[in-house]
């Protein structure tokens, strides 16, 4: 079972802010929580709705005047959350391209994804038992910066950030946990980890994170997040595998809205994407 949270509100910004501009603070009155069920009896979404009274200003998002964005993926691995932003891209829901790979594994499959879709590959950090191959922290920004990548993408790589990544790139680098952080992040838990802490602590809900990356592991602003039930006698590789699913379509998603730059910053510092369909409402 799966279900969708939403956090929506209705909040002030200027019609087209410079890309490099602050962003006015935003102040929402009040709170209404509503419930929604689907027919389905399998499925159900809950919606935290966030409204304020102000003077709708905002206009709808001109994709026409929005330049396409340059994407930097790094994985670790197969690397399915990278084809499905690449597949987006190619096929138009992301006003985006990807034009970087970077991987600390020259040889998984995500690589070998990318080389046969003609996207550069690079590998970092340095193997230690090469040392004529990968780039050192201040190498992958200059080498970022010269192929003018707007965001940087985490997809299933498992390294940490160096800090000279992060400074580079403030509030443009977003990474995917298969977890709802803040619970069951942090160091040491990726993959399959998560999955059986999430299934020994217990829990009903599971589901993808995205969060904005600083200098820690999982420790980021939350961006957006999608809910999966955990079934009964659920074993780690089924709930991986939904909650998988779900990541796929979030990623796309918040991808897509970064490139249409819909991301607004509220005054508390808690990251908000704006709809697309009704710029007045935001979730």
């Known amino acids: ?27 929402p009155s009040r709170n209404v929580l509503s419930f929604s069920l689907r027919s389905s009896v399998d ?38 959350n990278f084809k499905k932003i690449h597949e987006g891209c190619l096929g ?12 600390n594994k020259k040889d998984c499959g995500g690589a ?8 550069p590959v690079l590998l970092f950090p340095k193997p230690k038992r090469e040392s ?19 965001f940087v993408l985490l997809a299933g790589y498992l390294k940490l950030i160096p800090a000279e990544l992060v400074k580079a790139f403030p509030k443009r680098i977003l990474n995917i946990h298969p977890a709802l952080l803040p619970a069951f992040g942090g160091k040491g838990l990726y993959g399959m980890r998560v999955h059986k802490a999430v299934l020994a602590s217990g829990a009903r809900y599971s589901g993808p994170t995205i969060h904005f990356v600083d200098e820690e592991y999982d420790t980021g602003r939350i961006l957006a997040q999608s809910a999966v039930r955990v079934v009964a006698n ?7 595998k939904r909650v998988l699913d779900e990541e796929h ?35």
């Open 234 to 240: 659920d074993t780690p590789e089924e709930l991986a």
């Open 43 to 80: 499925r159900f979404a809950m919606r935290i709705v966030k409204a304020a009274s102000f003077t709708r200003t905002v206009a709808k998002v001109d994709e026409e005047a929005i330049s396409r964005k340059k994407l930097a993926v790094f994985v670790s691995g197969g690397g399915s």
């Open 92 to 103: 138009g829901s992301v006003q985006g391209d990807l034009v970087l790979l970077v991987t």
């Open 132 to 150: 004529s191959d990968g780039l050192s922290p201040t190498e992958l920004v200059d080498v970022l910066r010269s192929y003018g990548v707007d």
């Open 1 to 27: 079972m799966v279900s969708r949270v939403l956090f929506s509100g209705q909040l002030t910004f200027p019609a087209k802010p410079p890309r490099e501009a602050p962003i006015a603070p935003l102040t």
């Open 112 to 119: 070998d994804y990318a080389r046969s879709n003609g996207i």
């Open 249 to 283: 379509k979030l990623y796309v998603e918040v991808v897509a809205a970064i490139c249409e730059e819909r991301i607004k910053w509220r005054e508390d510092g808690v990251p908000l994407i704006q709809s697309k369909d009704n710029p007045d409402d935001y979730y």
